[in-house]
């Protein structure tokens, strides 16, 4: 059995409650246990580094401290805190007398997404798929975070990442081939400057729709939110109908590794999933 510790964040708790679910879920049937944080807080997100320097460092390297007590990796899900812990860790091996907290830059920090595409664990859901997710057309959402800055995240192929669709070939599903799956989404400037977030998140839903996809895939509680439940404010506006499927990766893990609580994750999704799932033959 493989043991990470695990910070799920405040999205995780809240509004996308569901990708927690499905996380832990997938991790049951893959037998990898996750130890959450005690006593975790927020991370600061996308708010602290925007008017603290200070305090968006040292919100990230307390958590990151709790973590290093324990010689596990750090399995973070949210695109967002991974980011700013991914910030902290490079502050404290940079110029670590700015950081007066407990934490030295010795936990090895996983976003969910580049740990499930670890080559063992996609042997172990090669073993254990229930179902092949054949005839499902997907369009890999990978969002601006998850691959940038590369010095930071190390991720070589961050103009055109593949991990997510090789996990989701392994899942049977068809990956289809789009140029906007490390667009932004507009992300937290939804409560500041909407309407870029609308012109953002139409070009998206557009070009996956163009690609011919019967959902778009994505690893970040906020490109989730935002391309989930701004369908069909955008519908009114431009006179185009999306009604595109939104869902986490985890999801199509463990309807692929036949987990009996799939139908329960995709019931809180405003776009609902059931009718382009079911007509696959796959609910």
């Known amino acids: 059995m493989k043991e990470v510790s695990y910070y799920p964040g405040c999205s995780l708790h809240g509004t996308a409650r569901e990708y927690d679910d499905s996380i832990r879920g997938v991790s049951k049937l893959l037998d990898i246990q996750l130890y959450e944080l005690e006593d975790w807080t927020c991370c600061?997100?996308?708010?602290?580094?925007?008017?603290?320097?200070?305090l968006a460092i040292d919100l990230a390297a307390r958590n990151l401290g709790l973590a290093e007590k324990n010689d596990r990796d750090l399995l973070v899900p949210c695109v967002a805190c991974y980011s700013r812990f991914k910030a902290a860790?490079?502050?404290?091996?940079?110029?670590?007398?700015?950081?007066?907290?407990?934490?030295?830059?010795?936990?090895?920090?996983?976003?969910?997404?580049?740990?499930?595409?670890?080559d063992g664990i996609l042997e172990e859901v090669k073993k254990k798929r229930a179902k092949s997710l054949s005839g499902l057309k997907v369009a890999c959402y990978y969002g601006c975070l998850t691959v940038r800055p590369p010095k930071m995240t190390g991720v070589r192929e961050y103009e055109n990442p593949q991990h997510m669709d090789r996990l989701m070939k392994t899942l049977g599903a068809d990956p289809v081939p789009w140029c906007y799956k490390t667009d932004c989404c507009g992300a937290s400037l939804?409560?500041?400057?909407?309407?870029?977030?609308?012109?953002?998140?139409?070009?998206l839903l557009s070009m996956a729709m163009e690609a011919e996809a019967d959902c778009l895939v994505t690893g970040c509680p906020m490109c989730q939110a935002n391309l989930d439940t701004r369908q069909g404010e955008l519908e009114k506006e431009t006179g185009k109908r999306y009604?595109?499927?939104?869902?986490?990766?985890?999801?199509?893990?463990?309807?692929?590794?036949?987990?009996?609580d799939v139908r329960k994750w995709l019931h809180r999704h405003i776009t609902d999933p059931m009718k382009i799932l079911s007509a696959k033959g796959l609910m």
């Not at 600061?44 to 200070?54: F, R």
Request: proline share 4%; aromatic share 8%; hydrophobic share 35%.
């Open 44 to 54: 600061g997100a996308s708010s602290a580094h925007c008017t603290d320097e200070k």
């Open 89 to 118: 860790e490079k502050e404290v091996k940079e110029h670590p007398e700015k950081v007066h907290l407990s934490y030295h830059g010795n936990v090895p920090i996983r976003y969910a997404l580049d740990f499930f595409c670890d």
């Open 190 to 203: 939804v409560m500041t400057r909407t309407d870029i977030v609308k012109k953002l998140n139409d070009r």
């Open 243 to 260: 009604n595109l499927p939104i869902l986490y990766f985890t999801e199509l893990m463990g309807l692929a590794l036949g987990h009996k």
